[in-house]
């Protein structure tokens, strides 16, 4: 491991994807600061863990990343403390995991489910650039779903579909307009990965085998991690722009609209 003097700031960190992503970037010597809702203790169990085997810096933030003051606030306080933020990764963002129409949506849920998942990325993206441009040097990781890029529809998953999909055009337009900064802005898409799985390592996914995934296996976390943490190396410099799908050749929208076949018959 090559300790550096690099930043980086990990939204929704301390569990699943981003607990992950906070592991790789120790790995490398990054200092990371942990952004966390309500997830307090385990922010902290995971800060003390990779600074005691990673001999990185650490720092834990609580903040609602809809929210654009709780965002100007912890961006602050890093800045405060670290003086310069290199990497942004987006992880965080609302779910609702009940299926329902749009029009099912109420208004709160659905301006909710849009400042988490596309508006924190605008305010985060707004604050931390400037400071990037600073060291003409940046690396932003957005996070989306398996196709986002070509606008597809999900059925009973209308306002985070559209948020992501907005993010996919966020993702493109700013690594347009910052490349000549040495800033690269690009976006991961995770496939079926859900429960433990988000936590795991790759080898403990290779000991059981599922047969509706074409690669064999489930995904992990580190799978998702490992992706974002080259993506934020000095030699991905080439890579911006992009949206990247992590499936396993897995058609998530497809079997997901065959199950919702079964629920309207069911109903």
């Not at 005691?52 to 650490?58: L, S």
């Not at 779910?95 to 924190?120: H, S």
């Not at 989306?144 to 009973?156: D, S, V, Y």
Request: proline fraction near 3%.
């Amino acid at each position: 491991m090559i300790k550096t003097s690099k930043v980086a700031f990990v939204t929704g960190a301390a569990s699943g994807l981003g607990k992950r992503t906070v592991i790789e970037l120790a790995k490398q010597g990054i200092n990371v600061c942990l952004n966390f809702l309500r997830s307090e203790e385990k922010a902290k169990e995971l800060a003390r863990s990779v600074e005691a085997e990673y001999q990185v810096q650490t720092m834990i933030l609580q903040g609602d990343v809809s929210i654009f003051n709780d965002c100007s606030r912890m961006v602050s306080q890093v800045v405060r403390h670290f003086g310069r933020i290199d990497i942004l990764i987006n992880n965080a963002g609302p779910y609702i995991f009940e299926r329902k129409p749009l029009v099912e949506y109420d208004v709160q849920e659905w301006e909710y489910i849009i400042n988490g998942n596309l508006n924190g990325v605008f305010y985060l993206c707004k604050l931390i650039v400037p400071i990037m441009r600073q060291n003409r040097w940046g690396r932003i990781i957005n996070f989306g779903f398996e196709r986002a890029e070509t606008a597809p529809g999900w059925i009973f998953r209308s306002a985070f579909a559209t948020a992501k999909v907005g993010v996919v055009s966020l993702t493109k337009t700013l690594a347009m307009e910052e490349a000549e900064n040495g800033i690269t802005i690009n976006m991961v898409c995770p496939g079926d990965i859900a429960g433990k799985w988000k936590e795991l390592d790759i080898h403990e996914a290779r000991c059981y085998t599922r047969d509706d995934t074409p690669i064999g296996r489930s995904g992990t976390g580190q799978d998702i991690a490992r992706v974002i943490s080259f993506l934020c190396q000095e030699d991905s410099d080439f890579i911006t722009g992009s949206v990247i799908p992590i499936t396993g050749g897995k058609d998530v929208l497809t079997k997901q609209s065959i199950n919702n076949k079964k629920y309207f018959c069911e109903n």
